[in-house]
């Protein structure tokens, strides 16, 4: 019920650090994206698993409040990520969610994260949040 | 089989952006600390998400390490969390981690994460682990 | 690269005691049905959770080994279900995977289990699978 | 809040397919025992998945009773196992749940399975409960 606008706005002042970008929300859907430089590498070149987590979480967060509208008190309860597949060190890390369920009082969706421009997802994630009443 | 000074070396080189440090290692456990200043917090006054993932990954790597020896190709496979209390704002997260399995290609291990000096756990770490033959 | 015919036969003799039929396998897809009665039911009439839990796994079993062909030592390592909706006393379960990564030794599907008939999941299941080399 | 005698006649009742005993419960711990015969094994001789996650959903529904009382609505919302050790297929397998947290809607344990008088665990679980309002 939140447009793109509002939801961009409400995710500066509520996740001041967080450097993704909304690219798409509406439907039970959500498109995020984080910009790979130094801060989220490794040794070796590759994206650090926390950075993932970040991604998930946040286009978990962006995908609910396109559905139920701005509230803050939103909280995760849990995340499972599987990592599947190096990501690269040059691209963009693309988030992907879907919401499976919207319940009263606990949503659960899942997240495809991306190297962008490559259609294998390199890690997955399914998490669940709790609206407050 | 790594000692914490090897361990603590490994990790900076490693992860160079990680804030933790390494309280205690051995015996398949290890403790690790997490300052929370600015970066760490989300408005309302409580930690990321984000960064207890963090701190939970890091506390089964260096558990990890203590136990095989420093194999830097180790690679997280899956993580689940659940969130269970409200950190607080003004308190270093620890970070205590049990190895369950060792395995010769998979580890698998526990992380209960803290505010220092509360016996509650805010949240609770399930990590498994690769380790290249 | 196993057909259907091979993997039901497969099956009925490495999981004697499963109710589960194939419907329909390939492409790294799965769709498996189970038949629901007193033994699956709890008082209130709703299925239990570890017969949903026990479809995901044939699920995710069929599709495997209708990617990789017939290797008898493949075993679950982990997996994690969500519980989004009551399922219907009175409906088959029917069970859908895709898998998302098949690797040398690792693989990552996930399944969505279904009241036949209804297009709304009651349960999310992400499950993993280590080959043997 | 409920005694070992009223768990067990609540849960033959609410459970009734189950050969799930208990063992002890109590201060948010409970222990439960399931017997191993050919319905539970699988060929090669082990333990199926699913019986180990029925044997831990038992556990934590155990340990969940003997907190907060008879309370016939409580529901898994989720359930995440790693099996770690192949279970023998001649002893028992016991399930040993601690819950990490009792909130007023939400519950969280963890479970370790054993091959009875092995004390390396066979698999671990980490559930959550939603408690009715």
Same mark, same amino acid.
């Given at each position: 019920?939140?447009?793109?606008?509002?939801?961009?706005? !409400?995710?500066?002042?509520? !996740?001041?650090?967080?450097?993704?970008?909304?690219?798409?929300?509406?439907?039970?859907?959500?498109?995020?994206?984080?910009?790979?430089?130094?801060?989220?590498?490794?040794?070796?070149?590759?994206?650090?698993?926390?950075?993932?987590?970040?991604?998930?979480?946040?286009? *978990?967060?962006?995908?609910?409040?396109?559905?139920?509208?701005? @509230?803050?008190?939103? @909280?995760?309860?849990?995340?499972?990520?599987? !990592?599947?597949?190096?990501?690269?060190? &040059?691209?963009?890390?693309?988030?992907?969610? &879907?919401? *499976?369920?919207?319940?009263?009082? *606990?949503? @659960?969706?899942?997240?495809?994260?991306?190297?962008?421009?490559?259609?294998?997802?390199?890690?997955?994630?399914?998490?669940?949040?709790?609206?407050?009443?």
């Amino acid at each position: 019920m939140a447009t793109k606008e509002e939801i961009e706005a !409400f995710m500066k002042t509520d !996740f001041p650090q967080a450097k993704c970008t909304v690219e798409a929300v509406g439907e039970q859907l959500a498109t995020v994206k984080h910009p790979i430089g130094f801060d989220e590498l490794r040794p070796g070149g590759t994206v650090s698993g926390p950075v993932l987590m970040a991604v998930a979480d946040y286009a *978990l967060y962006v995908a609910i409040l396109g559905e139920i509208g701005i @509230v803050s008190l939103t @909280v995760t309860t849990s995340l499972t990520i599987n !990592f599947m597949r190096k990501p690269s060190s &040059t691209k963009d890390i693309i988030g992907k969610c &879907t919401l *499976l369920k919207v319940g009263k009082s *606990l949503v @659960v969706g899942e997240v495809s994260l991306y190297s962008e421009g490559d259609e294998n997802a390199v890690a997955h994630v399914v998490g669940t949040y709790s609206i407050p009443r």
